[in-house]
Structure formats: C-alpha cells, structure tokens
C-alpha cells in the first residue's frame, strides 16, 4: 500500500503509520524522525533545520523535497510506503506527484485523521518520546513501565522541545495555514479518505473499504 497520512500534529499519524506497518509491512517514513536524526547526529543538514523545528515551523521545502526524492526511491519503497509528516505543503504534494510519475506508482489512499483540537493539544502536552527508538508514551493514557526509560530499547524518554504549550500552538496554526489545503488537494484527486478517529481497528476497516 501506498498511503499518505494526513492530519495535525498528535492526530494519531505516528502511531496509525507504525500499527499499519506492522499489519502490512509497508515501510514507515516519518520525516519528523528523519529530521530529528540529523540533529541529534549534528550533520550539516541537523544544523540548518535546528530552530526551525524547535520553534514549530516547517524545514524548507527544497531541504524535504530533496530528502524525500532519496528516500522513496530506496528499493524497500518498490512494494509500498506509509508517509508520516510528507507532504506538508502543496509545493511538496507536487514534487510527490512527480516521484510518483517517476516511479511509474500511484498512491493507494491519502488517509486524512480528523481529531478535535482540545484532544490533540492534551495528548501532544502529555506526549513523551524515546529518544532512541522513537516510541510514543503518554504520561496519562500509556505511561512507560518504568518511568524516564523506554519499554522497548531502554533508551530515555523525554518530553520533545516542540510539545511544549507555546510550541504546540504554533505547530497547530502553521498546520492550519500550510497544510489543511492539501485535503482539499486530495479531494479534487479523489483520493482523500476521512475518518474521524485515531483508533487503529476502525482505521483498518475504513482504508480496507476504501482500497
Ligand atoms: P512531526 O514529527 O511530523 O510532528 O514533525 C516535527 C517537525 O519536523 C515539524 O514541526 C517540522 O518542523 C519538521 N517537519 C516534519 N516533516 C516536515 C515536512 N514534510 N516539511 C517541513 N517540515 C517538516
């Protein structure tokens, strides 16, 4: 399957995209992850985009495109691929399209989550990270087993910079600006399917439906 998850931040993307994977085996892009690498390694590329991610803007077009262009051409993307956080623009919903004429492949689904802002700003300010592995815990609804280390690869867990209040809002709003007119986007392709929960069974049903 090839499918593009749509939605803002702590609408469920992350955690759809890896539960899908794990049904499917479709590889899981996330280009948040694929940023927070290059930062936490210190390249070139994680020096440019540092603030930007910190204060909840997006990366420059032309840096994601190009990231993108590598990465779907990868040979473990021939059977399909999940897209987590690609694109978030129009101007890269246009370089996808030509990857994907590239390719000579069509997207299966573009797999809009549709979640109320009071959920998603709790959820986001609850969230927490492993800073190795990138599992997702939540203070509230999934805490770690032990608190500060990650249940699966023992690494620690931390709130991110971009999920406090301030940051938050502005991630909301730059989704809001930049990224809510690729619904419409996919609309008018025909390929938008909208489903207002996050829970993976019903999601399931839903993509198998419309498939
Ligand atoms: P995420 O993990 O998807 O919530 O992304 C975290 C941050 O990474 C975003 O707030 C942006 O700063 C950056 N980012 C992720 N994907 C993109 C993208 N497609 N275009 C521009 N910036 C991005």
């Known amino acids: ?72 051409l990868r040979d473990d993307c021939k059977e399909g691929y999940l897209l987590d956080g690609f694109p978030r623009t129009t101007v890269q919903a246009d370089a996808l399209k030509v990857i994907l004429e590239k390719t000579g492949s069509k997207l299966d689904c573009v797999l809009e989550l549709v979640i109320p802002r009071a959920t998603i700003v709790e959820r986001l300010s609850t969230r927490r990270t492993c800073v190795q592995c990138s599992e997702i815990y939540n203070i509230k609804f999934k805490p770690a087993k032990v608190d500060g280390t990650c249940d699966l690869c023992g ?52 993509l198998k439906a419309h498939i």
């Open 155 to 206: 690494g620690n867990i931390v709130q991110r910079e971009d999920e406090t209040q301030a940051v938050i809002e502005n991630r909301l709003e730059v989704y809001k600006t930049k990224t809510a007119p690729l619904v419409d986007y996919y609309r008018k392709e025909g390929s938008l399917l909208s489903v207002e929960t996050s829970d993976f069974e019903p999601v399931l049903a839903a």
């Open 1 to 72: 399957m090839k499918i593009i998850l749509l939605g803002p931040p702590g609408s469920g993307k992350g955690t759809i995209s890896k539960a899908l994977n794990r049904h499917d085996g479709s590889v899981q892009i996330s280009t948040g992850d694929i940023l927070r690498s290059a930062i936490a390694e210190g390249t070139d590329l994680g020096k440019k985009i540092e603030a930007a991610m910190s204060s909840g803007n997006l990366v420059t077009d032309d840096l994601v495109i190009s990231i993108m262009e590598e990465r779907l």
